[in-house]
């Protein structure tokens, strides 16, 4: 899989594509999205979430080849811990917060038509993402908070679809917004390095492993949802003609 995206960045930066007929584009912007979640896991909840972009396209009669650099985050309101007090009664111990940060590279392909000053597109495609950095936070009852950070190897895959509608507000600038919808179709792999079984007395390597969408290699996949994602993209881009 890694070598088609490799063959397919190939195309997309190839000399071949260079006709002034099919004018070069490049656009930038950020996105906010949401992630649903499983509602067997009612304490999990969408903290705010964002997405600046980099995209060159080149552009053809009707359809439009995409790639270049994304920077996105995955930040989720965990779990509320309680613990046992002298009396039996349940009373809070503290919160965990789950930060994740990711770089990715988007292969898109985009159709659509023009009316007047108004471009409708339809767009689609796959996105491959690295974990830059997984911070566990720990938020006590006294106000105080900590973290452990976590890298990880891998590389791992969306499928995004959505629309676009742009409209020309300078010369050769376009102003878009692209509804979207993602769905990752390779889970993180978040590895089972620490368990109480296996001797950590340290809060965070004990919940780190409970990230929607993060897939362990010796047990099943804990998810909870988190695999589907929505959202909205505000951008401009400049045609080179």
Same mark, same amino acid.
């Given at each position: 899989?890694?070598?088609?995206?490799?063959?397919l960045l190939?195309?997309?930066?190839?000399s071949?594509f260079?006709?002034k007929?099919?004018p070069?584009?490049?656009?930038?912007g950020?996105?906010?999205?949401?992630?649903?979640?499983?509602?067997w896991?009612?304490?999990?909840a969408?903290?705010?979430?964002y997405?600046? #972009?980099?995209?060159?396209?080149k +552009?053809? &009669?009707?359809?439009k080849l995409? =790639?270049?650099?994304?920077?996105?985050?995955k *930040? %989720?309101?965990?779990y509320?811990?309680?613990?046992?007090?002298?009396?039996?009664?349940?009373?809070d111990?503290?919160k965990?917060?789950?930060?994740?940060?990711y770089?990715?590279?988007?292969i898109?392909?985009?159709?659509?038509?023009?009316?007047?000053k108004?471009?409708?597109?339809?767009?689609?495609?796959?996105?491959?993402?690295?974990?830059?950095?997984?911070?566990?936070?720990?938020?006590?009852?006294?106000?105080?908070?900590?973290y452990?950070d #976590?890298k990880?190897?891998?590389? +791992?895959? &969306?499928v995004?679809?959505?629309? =676009?509608?742009s409209?020309?507000?300078?010369? *050769? %600038?376009?102003?878009t917004?692209?509804p979207?919808?993602?769905?990752?179709?390779?889970?993180d792999?978040?590895?089972?390095?620490?368990?109480y079984?296996f001797?950590t007395?340290?809060?965070y390597?004990?919940?780190?492993?409970?990230?929607?969408?993060?897939?362990i290699?010796s047990?099943?996949?804990?998810n909870?949802?988190?695999?589907l994602?929505?959202?909205?993209?505000i951008?401009l881009?400049?045609?080179f003609?």
């Amino acid at each position: 899989m890694r070598k088609v995206f490799l063959i397919l960045l190939l195309l997309c930066s190839s000399s071949v594509f260079s006709q002034k007929v099919n004018p070069w584009s490049l656009a930038i912007g950020g996105s906010s999205y949401g992630y649903v979640f499983d509602s067997w896991i009612d304490n999990y909840a969408n903290k705010f979430n964002y997405e600046f #972009y980099i995209l060159p396209s080149k +552009n053809f &009669s009707c359809l439009k080849l995409t =790639t270049g650099i994304m920077y996105s985050t995955k *930040n %989720i309101k965990g779990y509320e811990f309680f613990g046992i007090n002298d009396n039996s009664v349940f009373h809070d111990l503290y919160k965990v917060d789950y930060e994740i940060d990711y770089i990715k590279v988007p292969i898109l392909a985009t159709v659509g038509y023009s009316f007047k000053k108004v471009r409708f597109s339809i767009f689609g495609g796959f996105i491959l993402d690295h974990i830059l950095n997984y911070r566990v936070k720990v938020n006590y009852l006294s106000g105080e908070s900590s973290y452990k950070d #976590y890298k990880f190897n891998d590389y +791992n895959m &969306s499928v995004r679809g959505g629309i =676009t509608i742009s409209t020309e507000i300078f010369k *050769n %600038i376009n102003l878009t917004l692209q509804p979207f919808i993602d769905y990752k179709i390779d889970p993180d792999d978040i590895y089972l390095l620490y368990h109480y079984r296996f001797g950590t007395n340290s809060v965070y390597d004990y919940y780190y492993s409970e990230i929607p969408t993060g897939e362990i290699n010796s047990g099943p996949t804990i998810n909870h949802g988190g695999l589907l994602s929505y959202g909205l993209s505000i951008g401009l881009e400049y045609t080179f003609k």
